[in-house]
């Protein structure tokens, strides 16, 4: 199991946008990868996942599909979430994981090991 390490939160105002880097600790070319937020008070949710090869099929929970982007390089060991038209509801803490299973990343959220701190995203109104 890879170790993954998030990036690029801050403080924005609503409609500003943001990019969200998550490296990995070794090859990631046969995991999976997905995206993942945690409102406070609340379970970590799902938001983006992508399949195991660069350029890969995408999936996107509704609330974000049209403004969020997942990516990833296995060159660089590196998904990125790309996140344009930020509202104050998709404040939270992000997180990225990485599975051989691309259904784990989709419907297994609360079965994923090895979570990272996670990068805080704020966006004011």
């Known amino acids: 199991q890879v170790q993954l390490v998030e990036s690029g939160g801050g403080s924005v105002e609503t409609g500003g946008s943001l990019t969200l880097s998550c490296v990995a600790s070794g090859a990631i070319d046969t995991y999976a990868a997905g995206w993942f937020r945690q409102f406070p008070g609340k379970e970590r949710e799902f938001v983006a996942s992508i399949s195991r090869y660069s350029g890969g099929s995408t999936y996107y929970t509704d609330s974000v599909k049209g403004r969020f982007t997942i990516s990833r390089s296995n060159s660089k060991n590196t998904v990125y979430l790309q996140m344009n038209n930020l509202k104050p509801e998709d404040t939270a803490v992000y997180y990225c994981?990485?599975?051989?299973?691309?259904?784990?990343?989709?419907?297994?959220?609360?079965?994923?090991?090895?979570w990272g701190l996670g990068t805080q995203v704020t966006v004011s109104s």
């Open positions: 994981n990485a599975d051989p299973k691309l259904h784990n990343i989709i419907q297994e959220v609360r079965n994923l090991r090895s």
